[in-house]
Every structure is written in C-alpha cells, then in structure tokens.
C-alpha cells in the first residue's frame, strides 16, 4: 500500500552507529581538520647527528619552535628540501635545496616565485633551522584515518569512542577535539537534510492520502447511513490511522 511504501521509505536507513562513524572517517570531516590544524604543514628542527638532540635538551632548546600556518610550491619544486633559518624573533630566510632563496618576516605573507609562506611566531634563538614540509591533504587524510579507531560503546547504545594513536599527546588532543567539532557541524548538516528530504517525500505524498482518506470517508458515511452504526470499517480505519501517524512525522519533522 502507498502508507506502507512510504513507511518503507522512511525507515529504510542503515544502523545509525554505523552511518556516524562513516561520517566521523570520511574525507569531509577528516579534511577539515587537516585544515583547521595544518596538519599538510611539517616543521622540524634541525639538530646534530646522535647528540644534536640531547644537547638541545641540554641548553633547554628543545622547545623551540617556529608556527607556519601557510606554504605551498609549485609543482617544480615538490621534491626540493626547503629550510628556514631564523635570523632574530621576527626575522628568517627561506631557501631550498633547488636554489631558492627569498627573506620574509613573522606575520607577514612572503610570495616569491610561486613559493608562499606564512610564518605566524618565531619562538627560536638566532641561527636555528628548521625543515619545513608540505604534505598532501590526501596523504593526511590517510594517515588520520589509519591512526583514528571508532567504536560504540554497547550495541545500539548510542555512543561513540574516539581513540588516535600518535607520539604528541598535546596534537593528539587537539586532532580529537577538531574530529568532534566537525563531526558535529557535518552531522546538523547532515540531518538537516535528511530532515528536508523527508518532509517533502511526506509533503509530496500526502494529497494522494487525503484523497484516500475522502473515499474512505465517503464509504464511512454511507456504511453508517446503511447500517445505523459507528463501527469503522477496517479498511476506513487503516487510512485514518496511516493519516494521523504521516501528520505526526510531519510536525516531528517541521519542530
């Protein structure tokens, strides 16, 4: 019948635990948070061989760090080894292993030959250096999902565990916050439109109903002048209902 067809059509969704973990795994969420974190950027400090770290650690260096929030190059230059060296806390240059070589400053965007870099803060002595990298967004989505585990927590209960694996428990945090927060947006977004969907599956079906529920009533009120009663039939009682449960999922949908 049309009220089972749609009924079918409703309820014909995959387990929900199952739909949100796709969701939380997917590029879309996943690739978000490469964005957010600059997860495609890398920048490493270079020290000695065998005691470059240790003495870093030593003189209390091993904090230093410089934030880069933006460097892209152009395909020309993708296997280049570029290398920042600090001048003074505001102050770098920027080279390669190809022959680039250009100056820039903290804040400020530096353009050069294609080459864009944006360095935010520069907390690192005078004559530090530091490999900077550009990952593939792809490459990090990859690598999130295979260091990122989700499970339910009970059948059907309805809640979810987010474990990453990784060596930076402070990253590790801060990757696990930006999975949640755009699993969150993702998901209003998502049932928001499922929600519409919904509404006007149910809205364009709903003249066909209530022109059954006429008939229905039609014979209603005949069976009633024929037979003195106010019995329904089941057939008038099956549309009634069917129109008071597709009503109900409409105001569901609508508040």
Do not use: C
Not at 193 to 203: G, H, I, T
């Amino acid at each position: 019948s049309l009220v089972q067809d749609i009924g079918s059509a409703l309820a014909n969704k995959p387990p929900a635990s199952d739909a949100e973990i796709q969701l939380i795994r997917s590029r879309l969420v996943l690739g978000k948070t490469v964005d957010d974190l600059d997860l495609d950027i890398a920048v490493s400090k270079n020290t000695f061989p065998i005691f470059g770290a240790g003495w870093d650690r030593l003189m209390g260096r091993q904090n230093e760090t410089v934030k880069v929030t933006t460097f892209n190059r152009p395909k020309e230059m993708a296997d280049q080894v570029f290398t920042l060296n600090v001048l003074d806390n505001k102050n770098y240059t920027l080279s390669s292993d190809g022959g680039f070589s250009a100056r820039g400053q903290a804040g400020q965007m530096l353009k050069k030959e294609g080459v864009t870099l944006m360095v935010e803060a520069i907390h690192a002595r005078p004559g530090s250096e530091f490999t900077v990298t550009k990952y593939s967004t792809l490459g990090m989505i990859n690598q999130l999902q295979n260091s990122l585990t989700v499970t339910e927590n009970g059948k059907d209960a309805g809640v979810l565990s987010l474990t990453y694996t990784g060596e930076d428990r402070e990253q590790i945090r801060d990757i696990l916050n930006s999975i949640a927060r755009n699993y969150q947006e993702q998901n209003i977004e998502r049932k928001s439109a499922e929600a519409s969907k919904s509404l006007a599956f149910l809205a364009q079906q709903l003249p066909e109903v209530r022109s059954r529920l006429d008939v229905a009533e039609n014979k209603l009120n005949a069976f009633r002048q024929d037979k003195d009663s106010v019995d329904l039939p089941l057939e008038a009682k099956a549309v009634l209902d069917s129109m008071v449960n597709i009503d109900a999922q409409l105001n569901e949908l609508t508040f």
